[in-house]
C-alpha cells in the first residue's frame, strides 16, 4: 500500500490496519516530496517526518521511501520482483492523476488489486482545513492564543464544526486499535501524557524513548477541555481522533481517555506505574499552576527526558498558517473531490 501520509491521522492508520488484515506482511511506499508537489500541492510534513510516522505503526512491517504517485509499469514490476507484493491495496476513494486517469489502473489490470474502505470523518485535507479556519491571523504566536476571535469567527466556528461531524466513535474502532493486553506480573509500567494533538514525528519518538524504560507503556491523553483551560486554545484533534492515533503507535501498549492533568498517588497505585515521564519539548503556558508531577516526584518515580525532535503540534499548525494560501489552493481542489466521494459514496464491507 502506498501514499502520502501527510499530517498523518488515525484515517491512514485504520487503512494500514484494514491493508494487513489482507496478507502477512505489510510493505508501505511513502511519496516523495516531489510527487506530492506535482500531484496535490505543497507537503506539510518533510520526508524524514513521515516515514517516522508511517515507521511507527503498529501494522507496517517495512518501509519504500520516495515512492511514486502514480504505479506505473516499472514500480509494480519493482514491487512484484524487488519486494516480493503480491497485491497493491487503496481505499474506496478514487486516487486520480492530474490528467483524471486512476493512478492504479495498471495493478487492477493486471489483476493485483484489492481495495478496502475509507475510513469516515477525517482526511489530510480536512485537518488542513480545520488549522486555517480555525487560527485565522498569519503570525499567530507559538501559542496560538489569538485562534479564534469569537464573535467574528463564529461563521468559521460552524464550517470547523462541520467538519467534524463526519467522525463517529465507537468501541469496536477502539478495541480494533487496542493490543488488549494488560501489563503480566512485575511488568515495570511507565506513564507518560499529553494532549498528542496533530500527531507527528515528535510524538512517536518521545513515545519510543518513553517505552525503552519499562515493559509497558502506558500513556494518558488529557480531554479537550482541560487543554483548553491550560493551553488557551482547543486541540485541532478531539479526544477520540486523539486516542486513536496514540493506540496506533507501535510503542504504545494502553491508554488512558481523559486522563487527569495531575498525576495523583491514587493513580499510580491503580496502574501500578513505576515511572513518570515527561519530555523537554513542551507546549502552552503552565506559569503559575501546580505542579502536575509533584506527587511522582516526591515518590522519586519521576523522569525528564530529552525530546528527541523539537517539533510540535503549534510548529506543524504555523507551517501551514504561514503559508495559508497555497494551502487554501490546495484544499480546495481535494474538498470537491471529497465532497463528491460522499455524495456518491456507497457501503464497504470491512474497516
Same mark, same amino acid.
Given at each position: 500500500?502506498?501514499?502520502? =501520509?501527510?499530517?498523518?491521522?488515525?484515517?491512514?492508520?485504520?487503512?494500514?490496519?484494514?491493508?494487513?488484515?489482507?496478507?502477512?506482511?505489510?510493505?508501505?511506499?511513502?511519496?516523495?516530496?516531489?510527487?506530492?508537489?506535482? !500531484?496535490?500541492? *505543497?507537503?506539510?510534513?518533510?520526508?524524514? &517526518?513521515?516515514?517516522?510516522?508511517?515507521?511507527?505503526?503498529?501494522?507496517?512491517?517495512?518501509? +519504500?521511501? !520516495?515512492?511514486?504517485?502514480?504505479?506505473?509499469?516499472?514500480?509494480?514490476?519493482?514491487?512484484?520482483?524487488?519486494?516480493?507484493?503480491?497485491? +497493491?491495496? @487503496?481505499?474506496?476513494?478514487?486516487?486520480?492523476?492530474?490528467?483524471?486517469?486512476?493512478?492504479?489502473?495498471?495493478?487492477?489490470?493486471?489483476?493485483?488489486?484489492?481495495?478496502?474502505?475509507?475510513? &469516515?470523518?477525517?482526511?489530510?485535507?480536512?485537518?488542513?482545513?480545520?488549522?486555517?479556519?480555525?487560527?485565522?491571523?498569519?503570525?499567530?504566536?507559538?501559542? =496560538?492564543?489569538?485562534?479564534?476571535?469569537?464573535?467574528?469567527?463564529?461563521?468559521? !466556528?460552524?464550517?470547523?464544526?462541520?467538519?467534524? /461531524?463526519?467522525?463517529?466513535?465507537?468501541?469496536?474502532?477502539?478495541?480494533?486499535?487496542?493490543?488488549?493486553?494488560?501489563?503480566? *506480573?512485575?511488568?515495570?509500567?511507565?506513564?507518560?501524557?499529553?494532549?498528542?494533538?496533530?500527531? $507527528?514525528?515528535? @510524538?512517536? %519518538?518521545?513515545?519510543?524513548?518513553?517505552?525503552?524504560?519499562?515493559?509497558?507503556?502506558?500513556?494518558?491523553?488529557?480531554?479537550?477541555? /482541560?487543554?483548553?483551560?491550560?493551553?488557551?486554545?482547543?486541540?485541532?484533534? $478531539?479526544? $477520540?481522533?486523539?486516542?486513536?492515533?496514540?493506540?496506533?503507535?507501535?510503542?504504545?501498549? %494502553?491508554?488512558?481517555?481523559?486522563?487527569?492533568?495531575?498525576?495523583?498517588?491514587?493513580?499510580?497505585?491503580?496502574?501500578? +506505574?513505576?515511572?513518570?515521564?515527561?519530555?523537554?519539548?513542551?507546549?502552552?503556558?503552565?506559569?503559575? &499552576?501546580?505542579? *502536575?508531577?509533584?506527587? *511522582?516526584?516526591?515518590?522519586?518515580?519521576?523522569?525528564?527526558?530529552?525530546?528527541?525532535?523539537?517539533?510540535?503540534?503549534?510548529?506543524?499548525?504555523?507551517?501551514?498558517?504561514?503559508?495559508?494560501?497555497?494551502?487554501?489552493?490546495? !484544499?480546495?481542489?481535494?474538498?470537491?473531490?471529497?465532497?463528491?466521494?460522499?455524495?456518491?459514496?456507497?457501503?464497504?464491507?470491512?474497516?
Amino acid at each position: 500500500m502506498d501514499g502520502c =501520509f501527510d499530517l498523518m491521522h488515525y484515517g491512514h492508520a485504520n487503512a494500514l490496519r484494514q491493508a494487513k488484515l489482507l496478507g502477512d506482511q505489510l510493505v508501505v511506499g511513502v511519496v516523495s516530496d516531489e510527487e506530492i508537489v506535482a !500531484n496535490k500541492g *505543497p507537503p506539510v510534513l518533510s520526508m524524514e &517526518e513521515r516515514l517516522t510516522l508511517v515507521s511507527g505503526l503498529k501494522w507496517v512491517d517495512e518501509v +519504500i521511501p !520516495n515512492a511514486p504517485y502514480e504505479i506505473t509499469e516499472e514500480f509494480m514490476n519493482t514491487l512484484f520482483n524487488k519486494y516480493s507484493i503480491d497485491y +497493491i491495496i @487503496h481505499g474506496d476513494d478514487p486516487c486520480l492523476l492530474p490528467d483524471g486517469t486512476d493512478a492504479y489502473a495498471l495493478a487492477k489490470k493486471v489483476g493485483r488489486y484489492k481495495q478496502i474502505k475509507r475510513t &469516515e470523518g477525517v482526511s489530510s485535507t480536512d485537518i488542513v482545513g480545520r488549522i486555517l479556519l480555525t487560527f485565522k491571523h498569519k503570525d499567530a504566536d507559538t501559542d =496560538f492564543n489569538v485562534a479564534v476571535d469569537e464573535k467574528a469567527g463564529a461563521k468559521q !466556528n460552524d464550517e470547523v464544526k462541520s467538519r467534524l /461531524s463526519h467522525f463517529l466513535p465507537t468501541s469496536r474502532r477502539i478495541m480494533q486499535f487496542s493490543n488488549g493486553q494488560a501489563p503480566s *506480573p512485575g511488568a515495570r509500567v511507565v506513564y507518560i501524557d499529553g494532549a498528542f494533538d496533530l500527531f $507527528h514525528a515528535g @510524538h512517536v %519518538e518521545i513515545l519510543r524513548s518513553a517505552r525503552q524504560l519499562g515493559d509497558f507503556l502506558l500513556v494518558g491523553i488529557h480531554d479537550d477541555q /482541560s487543554i483548553r483551560d491550560r493551553r488557551g486554545y482547543r486541540p485541532i484533534m $478531539h479526544l $477520540h481522533e486523539r486516542t486513536l492515533s496514540v493506540l496506533a503507535c507501535r510503542y504504545v501498549d %494502553e491508554v488512558i481517555i481523559g486522563a487527569p492533568w495531575e498525576v495523583s498517588k491514587d493513580m499510580i497505585t491503580t496502574f501500578n +506505574i513505576s515511572l513518570v515521564v515527561h519530555g523537554t519539548v513542551t507546549e502552552g503556558n503552565s506559569t503559575g &499552576e501546580i505542579d *502536575p508531577y509533584a506527587v *511522582p516526584k516526591s515518590m522519586g518515580i519521576f523522569k525528564t527526558i530529552t525530546s528527541p525532535k523539537s517539533i510540535t503540534s503549534v510548529s506543524v499548525a504555523t507551517r501551514i498558517v504561514d503559508n495559508h494560501e497555497a494551502y487554501k489552493k490546495r !484544499n480546495l481542489k481535494k474538498k470537491a473531490s471529497e465532497d463528491r466521494y460522499y455524495t456518491q459514496k456507497k457501503f464497504v464491507s470491512g474497516d
